[in-house]
């Protein structure tokens, strides 16, 4: 089934990250795939060394969309690229594939979205899509939608992110 965790609010790639857990607890392969994101994250750290679970990511922070260099735009295409043939060549060993930030990847170019679309179409696990705004083709395909929306966040008054809480 295709699981979309989307919205303005804070937690998408937390639930992803629960969900994770919750199958590895229950002795499933799954694959974390990162986008848009490099530095580093307690999610991934612990992700890492739970048995059970592969993730993969681009190795370097490319930043926010808007301050990408034409360069690091090519770069981060060829990361984002490179990481969905690896899904594509090897889905057929996890129960389940999270694809965090896909939406944005998708939205902005980032990533080759005939490959987004023929995993969505032909994986048979569960898959678990997060980020903001998907496009409406995602949300016919869905299974499960979660809107996760701002209502306050610390943000908002000019405080920055907290280690342990947004990353």
Not at 56 to 69: V, W
Not at 81 to 107: R, S
């Amino acid at each position: 089934m295709i699981h979309i965790y989307c919205g303005n609010g804070k937690g998408k790639t937390t639930a992803a990250a629960g969900l994770a857990v919750r199958m590895a607890g229950h002795k499933k392969q799954l694959l974390f795939v990162q986008f848009l994101k490099g530095s580093y994250t307690g999610e991934i750290d612990i992700l890492e060394r739970l048995n059970g679970i592969t993730v993969t990511r681009c190795d370097k922070e490319y930043g926010f969309f808007s301050s990408l260099t034409p360069q690091d735009k090519n770069n981060l295409i060829k990361c984002h690229n490179n990481n969905l043939d690896y899904v594509i060549n090897n889905m057929n060993h996890f129960d389940m594939i999270v694809l965090d930030e896909i939406f944005a990847a998708y939205n902005y170019q980032l990533a080759d979205k005939e490959k987004i679309k023929y995993i969505t179409e032909t994986y048979k696990g569960e898959l678990v899509l997060t980020g903001r705004e998907p496009n409406k083709w995602f949300m016919e395909k869905a299974d499960y939608i979660s809107e996760i929306k701002k209502i306050k966040h610390p943000f908002d008054i000019g405080i920055g992110a907290r280690e342990g809480i947004e990353y």
